[in-house]
């Protein structure tokens, strides 16, 4: 039991020591992370003394853009399933391996999606208010004590899931499959349920009529299946590079049949729900109309929404095209599709649900700085988190750091990846 | 499936689309300068099939360790172990004071609360000892602050009532002298002012509120062509907010009055957003009330001083209808427009109007099922 306790004890200290170790590109990428999540931190510390008043939000618009990265992560973090159903129902072996790298991105979403609810909290002091059994929980009431237990099930899903398969690869031995198998699958229906319950968390509100629409949960599915897998193909782009994992390109151009299939469905939706506001024409429409093309000579969305819109029918057309078949032009409409379903499913969801307000006044809501340093630290920390667990990871999943070397002592173990490239040749 | 369960498996075996020459050898860099001992040459095989590319070399170690410690490394090996301890220690040094720097805003806090109130438990289940010793701690609390001791009651809801609240559009003139008197006796905030109460101009011959005006202000009232429509919190039977709080903090009590625990309540506004009336209030900062200007008579789960971060709204004056007064906003209304009173009495005033008047309900497709009715005289 001691000896069992000693080998997890130097599991993690090898693998937290890992982190610590790389050539000055590691050091200079994590060190600027580092620092925005200082500039972040200070940030938020004001908001903590001064209270929201440091945002733009207000009593009309009361939710903003930390809602919106909320939910656009919780896309993310769903998407990672993505990886896996390929895997384990279709028994894709293009992508075996990789579907570590996106449970680690879905982790690393999760953590930045709680840190996003956190800073929105008016008394973060009194978070455990909301911990089943210490405090008073409003189940099975409240969406949003659903979206805490699902958030933090997927959370420890993954964490249990890619840990565990960490571990084994570590110790060289193979895993038992009922000891993670039924996992994976419940984690299948998990990740749908994370982004549907986050849907209903708007969908059920009967006083915002933007938002009391049945078709923004298959909404938010096929975008985060969209914006998700978009991610993990730049994510492994990187990985493939700075590392010498070996990622196939054929593992890539399967996610961007994914990516393709969902970004058509997702404009689908869009144009039915385009088309249901704006033929009827009923009073329902003046959110949809303020998104679209401004109300009473209120045009502050018009920025963000034509731009997502203009980003996510370029990344549409680039994505049907054979063209995205060659990396450059997949990697360019990933990025457009990233940046488009980003506004569209932040600033242009959650800001039009409050405008007007339930009382028709128009109050425009456009983020502060205080409120986007907050929100950079956050993303930068999220980033923070996914570049340390795939420094842990990869050298696992290639055998540099097992159980076998261990004597050797991690600092004198040559095999570490991540310094100065050297060309091939010669 | 693939039993050897495949994400954990090695990625070696497998080959690239594209074809590269067969096998080459790179010759890699020896770890000389810290391992001498271990001074052999690495050769790296390129997998047939793998694509010409950067290959990553192997790092030269720059920590130090003792483990694989040999005579060569002498004096030499000590001087680099005291430059990387020295830059090490420069690095933790420079990294705490980086992040003492970015939390130096955190000492401005001064309104921190106490253990007490951190710990304190949700308003159901304190026990008559621990209301009693919160209803203390608020008093000498107000005391400090205001310099003036306040008369705070828990007072619970009387039995028999249920409070039901009657507008008259007909009389209303939009002087808003609800909204200040209510300012007044819930002590709420003077800046930023709070108000609970809001009063829309609206042209004669629609209900449609984007045409209303929120902000009128003219000489006098009222205006010809117009008339004026209060929206305060309208105390629902089947309150969205209610639903929606992941923590209980807000609730409805026997009389129908929606009550929130500001002790309890974590400040995530999705209250705010489910209201249908606009009727909730959020502290964005640490509310401020001039000392002379503060009501003494106080409820606990009425018009008790608030913190920053927590939801307020309009709870037809707990602090007087509980005690068989009526709310600030009804006594100092000039018109007459509003009436107040328990609906389970048949002989009371809001019974008489559901009966015999043109009641109107707003927004009633929500299903809400308000307490606070609209109603005309013609």
Redesign the interface.
Same mark, same amino acid.
């Given at each position: 039991m001691n000896q069992a306790v000693k080998n997890d004890l130097v599991f993690i200290y090898r693998c937290g020591r890992i982190a610590f170790?790389?050539?000055w590109r590691y050091y200079l990428w994590m060190g600027s992370l580092?620092?925005i999540c200082?500039?972040g931190?200070?940030a938020y510390?004001?908001q903590?003394? #001064?209270?929201?008043?440091v945002?733009d939000?207000?009593?009309?618009v &009361?939710?903003g853009v930390y809602i919106a990265n909320f939910t656009f992560l919780v896309g993310v973090a769903a998407a990672a399933v993505m990886l896996v159903i390929p895997?384990?129902i279709y028994?894709n072996?293009e992508l075996?391996?990789l579907?570590?790298f996106g449970e680690l991105l879905a982790v690393a979403a999760i953590v930045m999606c709680l840190g996003f609810?956190t800073v929105?909290?008016?008394?973060?002091?009194?978070?455990w #208010?909301?911990i089943p059994g210490i405090?008073?929980?409003?189940f099975p &009431?409240?969406?949003?004590?659903w979206d805490?237990i699902v958030l933090n099930g997927y959370l420890l899903l993954n964490l249990h899931i890619c840990g565990y398969?960490?571990y084994?690869?570590y110790r060289d031995k193979?895993?038992a499959?009922w000891f993670?198998?039924p996992f994976v699958f419940i984690a299948i229906l998990w990740a749908i349920s994370i982004h549907t319950v986050t849907a209903f968390?708007y969908v059920?509100?009967?006083?915002?009529p933007f938002w009391n629409s049945a078709i923004v949960g298959p909404r938010f599915i096929a975008s985060a299946f969209t914006a998700g897998p978009a991610l993990i193909i730049l994510a492994l782009q990187i990985i493939r590079?700075?590392?010498?994992?070996?990622?196939?390109?054929?593992a890539l151009l399967t996610l961007r049949a994914i990516v393709q299939v969902s970004m058509l469905i997702n404009v689908f939706l869009l144009l039915n729900e385009l088309f249901k506001e704006f033929y009827t024409g009923n009073?329902h429409v003046?959110a949809a109309k303020y998104l679209y093309l401004g109300l009473?000579g209120h045009y502050a969305l018009l920025p963000w929404i034509w731009t997502a819109i203009a980003l996510n029918l370029t990344a549409t057309v680039l994505l049907v095209l054979p063209a995205s078949r060659s990396l450059r032009w997949l990697n360019l409409a990933c990025a457009l599709a990233i940046v488009g379903i980003w506004i569209e499913k932040g600033m242009g969801l959650v800001v039009p649900?409050?405008v007007?307000?339930?009382?028709?006044?128009i109050v425009e809501y456009s983020p502060t700085l205080n409120e986007t340093l907050i929100c950079l630290g956050i993303w930068a920390f999220g980033l923070l988190c996914y570049t340390i667990f795939l420094r842990m990871a990869v050298p696992v999943?290639?055998?540099k750091l097992s159980k076998a070397n261990e004597s050797?002592?991690?600092?004198?173990n040559?095999?570490?990846?991540?310094?100065?490239?050297?060309?091939?040749?010669? | 499936m693939d039993a050897q369960a495949g994400i954990g498996t090695s990625n070696e075996a497998r080959g690239r689309d594209r074809i590269a020459p067969p096998a080459m050898i790179r010759m890699g860099q020896h770890s000389r300068r810290l391992n001498p001992d271990r001074g052999r040459t690495r050769f790296t095989l390129i997998q047939p099939g793998q694509k010409r590319k950067k290959v990553f070399n192997m790092p030269e170690h720059t920590c130090q360790c003792g483990a694989n410690g040999s005579q060569n490394r002498g004096q030499n090996a000590r001087q680099l172990d005291r430059r990387s301890f020295l830059r090490k220690s420069a690095v933790l040094a420079s990294g705490i004071a980086a992040l003492a720097a970015s939390l130096a805003p955190l000492r401005e806090l001064t309104d921190f609360g106490s253990v007490d109130e951190f710990l304190k438990k949700h308003y159901k289940e304190l026990t008559r000892e621990q209301m009693e010793k919160a209803l203390e701690r608020i008093r000498s609390e107000v005391e400090r602050q205001y310099g003036i001791r306040p008369h705070l009651r828990d007072l619970k809801p009387m039995d028999g009532v249920e409070f039901v609240y009657c507008l008259n559009l007909t009389r209303c003139v939009g002087c808003r002298k609800c909204v200040h008197a209510c300012v007044a006796e819930n002590n709420q905030s003077r800046s930023p002012e709070i108000q609970y109460i809001r009063v829309l101009k609206m042209p004669n011959g629609t209900f449609d509120m984007e045409k209303g005006d929120h902000n009128y202000a003219p000489e006098s009232v009222p205006e010809k062509g117009f008339f004026y429509m209060p929206v305060q919190c309208h105390q629902c039977k089947n309150p969205p907010c209610v639903k929606v709080c992941p923590v209980d903090a807000t609730w409805q009590e026997a009389d129908g009055i929606t009550v929130i625990d500001y002790d309890w309540c974590i400040g995530c506004r999705y209250c705010e957003a489910a209201c249908p009336y606009w009727a909730r209030r959020f502290n964005f900062t640490q509310p401020s009330i001039p000392k002379d200007k503060l009501n003494p008579e106080m409820a606990y789960l009425g018009n008790r001083p608030r913190h920053k971060g927590v939801m307020e709204k309009c709870h037809f004056c707990i602090q007087r209808t509980r005690v068989g007064r009526y709310p600030a906003c009804l006594e100092v209304c000039p018109t007459g427009a509003r009436k107040f009173g328990n609906i389970l009495d048949p002989n009371s005033e809001v019974s008489y109007i559901l009966k015999n008047k043109r009641v109107f309900v707003l927004k009633e497709e929500v299903g809400t099922l308000p307490r606070f009715l609209y109603y005309s005289d013609v």
């Open positions: 170790e790389g050539d580092t620092a200082l500039l931190l200070n510390a004001k903590l003394v #001064h209270g929201l008043i945002t939000m207000s009593d009309q &009361s939710w895997v384990y028994k072996e075996h391996d579907v570590i609810v929105d909290l008016g008394r973060p002091d009194r978070f #208010h909301l405090g008073k929980f409003n &009431s409240s969406m949003l004590s805490v398969l960490i084994c690869r193979k895993p499959r993670y198998i968390l059920g509100l009967g006083g915002r590079r700075v590392t010498d994992y070996r990622i196939t390109d054929r009073l003046a009473h649900g409050f007007p307000s339930p009382l028709g006044e999943l290639q055998g050797e002592s991690s600092c004198a040559p095999a570490v990846p991540l310094p100065a490239p050297v060309e091939a040749q010669s | -």
